[in-house]
């Protein structure tokens, strides 16, 4: 079980601006600094953070990753569409109500 | 001789600075002023220092150190998370008293993590921020339990770790008018597919156990209960149970309750008086 490596490379890409650049410019040369599987090193790359949650990986991590690896734009409704299988999230509802 | 004379649920919910403006206006100002009822409270009660239980959310602990429960004996700043609006600052800590508690623990069998700096999250921040800072000379004395990243520390260690924060305020032999803050809650789903849920009945169901200074209800309701109705986000009532435990009997009274799925989160304040 390496979840837990899992975790410590999305804490530090949470951690080190400069993680995110080497991330982005060699997604798999930075991923191999940590004690991954090739199950879990492909669901990074594959930005499948909804399978990771699944195993276990803490969701504050997985929230606090996504845009960063998908940008800042759409947060929270992609991620959310993301971990709901490709569904908007039932919470869309209450930011389309007026707020006065 | 020290006592504890009064103590607060209090939400630490990050958006009540980092971003009011995606909420309804009037639950804001229903938030705000529990807020300012709490700095009124805290004034009357004369109040020296605040003991500040609080949880990390991935943010000051990271996968190589998580402890089960930390006290802060020195240097304090915050918050770390710069997206909350709030210009890090420096927050006064209670040294003696903080070594005091922190040598009653290690003597009465409660191992701390220790820390002698401290850069405090959101979870204890806002509290402190909202509702503390505005007074001056009032100090704080952080407390971080393991909650939102687990493993988690057990709703029952809890309850002893309060306990024994009590005793060890009760044996500090200085004059000390001392609260205590118990933050985070109640309902939400930080980051899973339900996130923006609030489960209102929930959130009552725990207010009412609070009120009536039910620590053993709130206990018996067990982690998975709690995540299925509640989400890992109201893993954080156990910081509730710490701080009710250390006023040993109380009664509660609900300050404000508003269910904010935009803000993520059922946000709940009571106080707790002294029974």
New interface residues.
């Given amino acids: 079980m390496s979840m837990h490596a899992v975790e410590k490379a999305f804490w530090t890409l949470g951690k080190d601006p400069e993680a995110i650049e080497q991330f982005k410019a060699d997604p798999d040369g930075f991923l191999r600094q940590f004690l991954l599987t090739d199950s879990e090193r492909k669901m990074i790359m594959e930005n499948d953070l909804k399978s990771l949650a699944d195993q276990g990986v803490n969701t504050l991590l997985t929230l606090m990753v996504w845009p960063m690896l998908n940008g800042p734009e759409g947060m929270p409704f992609d991620y959310l569409t993301h971990m709901n299988g490709g569904e908007p999230p039932a919470m869309m509802a209450a930011f389309e109500q007026p707020q006065g | 001789m020290a006592e504890i004379v009064g103590g607060f649920i209090v939400s630490h919910d990050p958006m009540i600075t980092g971003n009011p403006?995606?909420?309804?206006?009037k639950q804001v100002a229903n938030v705000d002023a529990a807020f300012e009822t709490i700095v009124e409270r805290l004034k009357e009660l004369r109040v020296d220092t605040v003991i500040v239980v609080g949880d990390d959310?991935?943010t000051m602990f990271?996968?190589?150190c998580l402890p089960q429960y930390l006290i802060g004996v020195g240097e304090l700043e915050g918050p770390e998370e710069n997206w909350l609006r709030i210009e890090r600052y420096q927050v006064e800590n209670n040294v003696p008293l903080a070594e005091h508690i922190m040598n009653y623990g290690f003597a009465n069998g409660f191992d701390w993590a220790v820390a002698k700096s401290l850069l405090l999250d959101h979870g204890t921040m806002i509290p402190i921020h909202k509702a503390i800072t505005p007074i001056p000379g009032v100090r704080t004395i952080p407390i971080y339990l393991a909650a939102?990243?687990?493993p988690i520390i057990p709703m029952r260690r809890a309850q002893q770790l309060g306990a024994m924060i009590g005793d060890a305020v009760n044996a500090w032999d200085k004059d000390e008018r001392v609260a205590v803050f118990g933050c985070g809650g109640i309902s939400h789903w930080?980051?899973?597919?339900?996130?923006?849920?609030v489960n209102e009945e929930f959130d009552h169901m725990i207010l009412n156990h609070v009120n009536n200074g039910d620590i053993e209800a709130l206990i018996a309701l067990g982690d998975d209960y709690v995540l299925e109705n509640g989400g890992?986000g109201a893993w954080e009532i156990r910081n509730w149970i710490c701080a009710m435990a250390a006023m040993k009997k109380l009664t509660g009274e609900t300050l404000c309750y508003e269910p904010m799925?935009?803000w993520?989160t059922g946000v709940g304040f009571s106080e707790l008086k002294v029974a």
């Fill in positions: 403006e995606i909420a309804n206006k959310h991935y990271g996968p190589h939102a990243v687990t930080v980051g899973t597919a339900e996130m923006g849920r890992n799925p935009t993520i």
